[in-house]
C-alpha cells in the first residue's frame, strides 16, 4: 500500500461528532517525500426514536378515548404515523390518527398498530427511524 492511513475521534453518542482522516505517504510513495495529507468531516449523531408516551409502548384505550403519541423527536424532526391494522379490520370504526399522532379511537374494540416514523430531512438526507405502537381495547 502507499498510503497508512489513520481515522480518529468517531462520534457514537447523540450530538456533533468530528471524523478525521490523515494519510501519510510511505517514503518513495508520493512527491514530496513521506507527504501527509488530512481531512475532516463534522457529523451530526442522531439520538434512536423512541416513544416517551405510551411509555411501556402500548396503549390501553376506551371506545370513544383519545391519547396523543409522544417521542423523543418531537418539534425538532418531521413525523408521520401510519396505521397497520390488523385482517377483517375497517380502520373506520376501530381507530384514526391525526397528523399530530393524536389517536382516537371508535365504536368498535379490536387491536390496531401505530407506525411512527421521525424524518431527518434537515440535515440533506432522508434517514428515516420507526417505532411501533400497539393500540388495545377492552373486550366487552
Known sequence: AYFALLMTEICSC??????RLTAKCRP???VPD???FTDQVQIQVIPPLKLLRPANGHFLLPNNGRARIVTNRDGISRLS????LTSGMDKRDLVSISPLGEVQTGA???????MVTAHEEDLGLNQTSAAVAPLCFPRG
Open 14 to 19: 447523540a450530538g456533533q461528532g468530528v471524523v
Open 28 to 30: 518513495g510513495a508520493c
Open 34 to 36: 513521506q507527504a501527509t
Open 81 to 84: 404515523f401510519q396505521l397497520l
Open 108 to 114: 368498535v374494540n379490536g387491536h390496531a398498530i401505530v
